[in-house]
Structure formats: C-alpha cells, structure tokens
C-alpha cells in the first residue's frame, strides 16, 4: 500500500519527491514508528491467512478514502 502511495505521491508532484523521501528516512530513525510498521505489518500477514490474499485486499480497498 505504501509503495502505491509513494508512486502517486512522486507522478503528482515530481518536484517535492527528494524531499519527502528525506524526510521519510528521518522518520525511520525513529523507534517508535518502526513498531509500529512491524505491528501493521504483522496485522496484514494475519489478515493474508486468515481471509486469503483476495479477501484480504478487498478490505485494504474498503478502507481507501473517496474521491
């Protein structure tokens, strides 16, 4: 999901992708959000078994904000 949102983010505003990439590596010096990355990571892999990969990306739609 992140790297569909980096991909977005880097075809809409080409001219501010360095910049969000540098602050994305400062933001990974930090524990905490490492966790949490691992905890979300693992929330995901749960879901993959527990509902199969189709299941689990119907949900991961059913959560994308409208336009």
């Known amino acids: 999901m992140e790297r569909d949102a980096w991909i977005m983010v880097a075809t809409q505003v080409p001219h501010l992708i360095d910049a969000e990439i540098a602050r994305k590596y400062e933001?990974?010096?930090d524990p905490?959000?490492?966790?949490?990355?691992?905890?979300l990571s693992a929330a995901?892999?749960?879901?993959?078994?527990r509902k199969g990969e189709a299941g689990a990306r119907r949900s991961t739609r059913a959560c994308r904000p409208l336009r």
Do not use: C, G, P, R
Request: proline share 0%.
């Open 27 to 29: 933001q990974l010096d």
């Open 44 to 49: 995901l892999d749960w879901q993959l078994k």
């Open 32 to 39: 905490a959000l490492v966790k949490l990355y691992s905890l």
